[in-house]
């Protein structure tokens, strides 16, 4: 079955880095498209970035754009978000998810606090 693991969350301060990966399993993970969302407290989860099966097209919120960097490995079925230059309101749960079959699956999430 499809699986999601997500992990390199934690506690930042502003302008600091952190490195997310996506492990995936149970699918051909070269075959999809993967994207990562986030949600923060009393907020819709929205969409953070996504990228193509092979890497050819990448998408980013405006939020983000020029300091999150979205990436994959097919070989290793992992996807990763590198987040520079975090900011306070980019504190949330940050999750991964592939559409399958027209079903919707989502990792576990994981935490990430910008704070000083």
């Known amino acids: 079955q499809v699986r999601l693991v997500e992990s390199g969350g934690g506690l930042v301060q502003p302008g600091g880095s952190l490195r997310l990966s996506c492990a995936a399993s149970?699918?051909?993970?070269?075959?999809?498209?993967m994207n990562w969302y986030r949600q923060a407290p009393g907020q819709e989860r929205g969409l953070v970035a996504s990228?193509?099966?092979?890497?050819?097209?990448?998408n980013y919120a405006d939020s983000v754009k020029g300091r999150f960097t979205i990436s994959r490995d097919n070989a290793k079925n992992t996807v990763f978000l590198q987040m520079n230059s975090l900011k306070l309101e980019d504190t949330a749960v940050y999750y991964c998810?592939?559409?399958?079959?027209?079903?919707?699956?989502w990792g576990q999430g994981t935490q990430v606090t910008v704070s000083s």
């Open positions: 998810k592939v559409v399958k079959g027209g079903v919707e699956y």
């Open positions: 149970g699918f051909t993970f070269s075959s999809y498209v």
């Open positions: 990228i193509s099966s092979l890497g050819a097209r990448i």
